[in-house]
């Protein structure tokens, strides 16, 4: 079983809603990761997480909160969103960090906000 | 920092035919160099991992080379089929994160 699987599927929000994506993986991945998607560009790097915690932040503006409560689920908590912030939302998982194995990615989820 | 660039961006090819796709990547100091296929709307799917000891990796009617020293890496498709229709990005690692280079978008035409 390869599978990461993010939750909802599709979200949309208004500017000063609240709400979370959800991913979850059940291979023993201990890194986990939170990548960005504008429409036809590449995935963009925001969070890794190395045994539930943060190991890499890219920058990323403070209405993004990541949360890895354990090592099977990853979550992004956001808030006060800006319409540009609508993109795809992929989380992805890997054995551990510095390791080079398989990064496998999730199906995403697309986030509208309004 | 890691620039990645993938060539031709689009490519449009009748069934059946071999072809190459290339990329290429500015920092040698990588871990590993892994090829996805994303379908429009969805999530990557993992194809190839090449670690950077190695030269080449195969799967099926693919496979991907890695020349480290000159940060370049092929992915070939043989026999191409319409089901290859996709996006096709190149990641190199540094071992914490993949850098994506900007995709082949890959049309086979039956």
């Known amino acids: 079983d390869t599978e990461v699987t993010q939750t909802p599927k599709h979200l949309v929000m208004g500017m000063t809603n609240k709400k979370s994506l959800k991913c979850e993986q059940h291979m023993g991945h201990r890194a986990m990761y939170w990548y960005k998607q504008k429409a036809k560009k590449p995935p963009e790097l925001m969070f890794v997480?190395?045994?539930?915690?943060?190991?890499i932040n890219e920058s990323v503006p403070s209405r993004f909160s990541p949360e890895c409560p354990n090592s099977s689920l990853l979550n992004l908590h956001l808030h006060a969103l800006q319409p540009e912030d609508s993109a795809l939302y992929l989380c992805?998982?890997?054995?551990?960090?510095?390791?080079?194995?398989?990064?496998?990615f999730g199906e995403g989820s697309w986030l509208t906000v309004v | 920092k890691q620039e990645v660039t993938q060539i031709p961006a689009a490519l449009s090819v009748p069934e059946g035919e071999n072809l190459v796709l290339n990329c290429s990547f500015t920092?040698?100091?990588?871990?590993?160099l892994q090829w996805f296929r994303q379908d429009p709307g969805k999530g990557l799917t993992s194809l190839l991992l090449?670690?950077?000891?190695?030269r080449e990796q195969t799967s099926g009617r693919l496979n991907a080379s890695l020349d480290k020293s000159s940060g370049r890496s092929t992915l070939y498709i043989a026999a191409s089929q319409p089901g290859d229709s996709a996006t096709y990005l190149c990641?190199?690692?540094?071992?914490?994160?993949?850098?994506f280079g900007a995709g082949t978008i890959l049309r086979v035409k039956s």
């Open positions: 997480y190395s045994y539930e915690k943060l190991s």
């Open positions: 090449i670690q950077s000891s190695q």
């Open positions: 990641a190199p690692g540094d071992g914490n994160k993949l850098v």
């Open positions: 992805a998982s890997s054995l551990r960090l510095d390791s080079g194995n398989t990064i496998y």
């Open positions: 920092d040698s100091a990588i871990y590993n």
